[in-house]
Antibody, heavy 122, light 108 residues
Framework: EVQLVESGGGLVQPGGSLRLSCAAS????????MNWVRQAPGKGQQWVSV????????YYADSVKARFTISRDNAKNSLYLQMNSLRAEDTAVYYC???????????????WGQGTLVTVSS | SYVLTQPPSVSVAPGQTARITCGGN??????VHWYQQKPGQAPVLVIY???DRPSGIPERFSGSNSENTATLTISRVEAGDEADYYC???????????FGGGTKLTVL
């Protein structure tokens, strides 16, 4: 059974940093591109970042580029999101999500975690 | 950047057909995916590549795409279909995923 479990959310002050993790199980993690998607309270879905299976390619939403870094450790079946220079508008539930098919880049997301809440506030 | 436009809300009576649109420039030429999200839950993929259904998604859910509008159609709507629905595309010009703003489906 495919499982994605996020962790690392919490309350952080503006300008602070936080590292999110996503533990994957039930599939061959290294052959799937993985994504981070966020949802601000009462708002819609916003894609944040994607990383290829081997980690060699990454893309970011304009709103987080240069502040957030996506990475993965295939030996640990884990996905990460390092978030720096956090702003109030980064407050959201952050989901990790798997691409539908292996070895693809622009596939939709067939499995999502339950999400972890990040609150940026003083 | 590419913009997807969805109506904020759609209402339908049980047993009727709900159509949720997703507007985008020349969207008929690209793949569109649809997600359902119920309160407090993660989104669920209900239609991918315009009209394919993941296993476990009822045949009542279908998708179509033409020119500047993609449509998610839910036939014989049930109370359990009440949720927020999002369309999604991959913008190859910017290498970004784009989501529509979401449509709240209310079953009367």
């Amino acid at each position: 059974e495919v499982q994605l479990v996020e962790s690392g959310g919490g309350l952080v002050q503006p300008g602070g940093s936080l590292r999110l993790s996503c533990a994957a199980s039930g599939f061959t993690f290294s052959i799937y591109s993985m994504n981070w998607v966020r949802q601000a309270p009462g708002k819609g879905q916003q894609w944040v970042s994607v990383i290829s299976g081997r980690g060699g390619a990454t893309y970011y939403a304009d709103s987080v580029k240069a502040r957030f870094t996506i990475s993965r450790d295939n030996a640990k079946n884990s996905l990460y999101l390092q978030m720096n220079s956090l702003r109030a508008e980064d407050t959201a539930v952050y989901y990790c999500a798997r691409d539908l098919r292996p070895y693809n880049w622009d596939d939709p997301f067939d499995y999502w975690g339950q999400g972890t809440l990040v609150t940026v506030s003083s | 950047s590419y913009v997807l436009t969805q109506p904020p809300s759609v209402s339908v009576a049980p047993g009727q057909t709900a159509r949720i649109t997703c507007g985008g420039n020349n969207i008929g030429s690209i793949n569109v995916h649809w997600y359902q999200q119920k309160p407090g839950q993660a989104p669920v993929l209900v239609i991918y590549y315009v009209s394919d259904r993941p296993s476990g998604i009822p045949e009542r859910f279908s998708g179509s795409n033409s020119e500047n509008t993609a449509t998610l159609t839910i036939s014989r709507v049930e109370a359990g279909d009440e949720a927020d629905y999002y369309c999604q595309v991959w913008d190859s010009n910017s290498d970004h995923w784009v989501f529509g703003g979401g449509t709240k489906l209310t079953v009367l």
